[in-house]
């Protein structure tokens, strides 16, 4: 099925990131949490999830090329 190729490729894609950008992937495209509860919970300002959310999805993009 499509649906469960494309969620295999995501899933490789984000074993590949390192921990720190996948963990920042997984909390907010997965469990839908807000870039504030992710600084919260990462103890981290709202400006660096922010800053690895976009790094985190350009080296997504590329492994999903």
């Given at each position: 099925?499509?649906?469960?190729?494309?969620?295999?490729?995501?899933?490789?894609?984000?074993?590949?990131?390192?921990?720190?950008?996948?963990?920042?992937?997984?909390?907010?495209?997965?469990?839908?949490?807000?870039y504030?509860?992710?600084?919260?919970?990462?103890?981290?300002?709202?400006?660096?999830?922010?800053?690895?959310?976009?790094?985190?999805?350009?080296?997504?993009?590329?492994?999903?090329?």
């Amino acid at each position: 099925e499509q649906s469960s190729l494309m969620k295999d490729k995501v899933e490789t894609a984000i074993s590949k990131l390192s921990d720190k950008h996948a963990a920042i992937i997984r909390m907010y495209h997965l469990e839908d949490m807000s870039y504030e509860a992710i600084a919260k919970s990462l103890k981290i300002p709202k400006g660096s999830v922010m800053s690895r959310l976009f790094h985190a999805r350009k080296k997504m993009q590329a492994l999903l090329k």
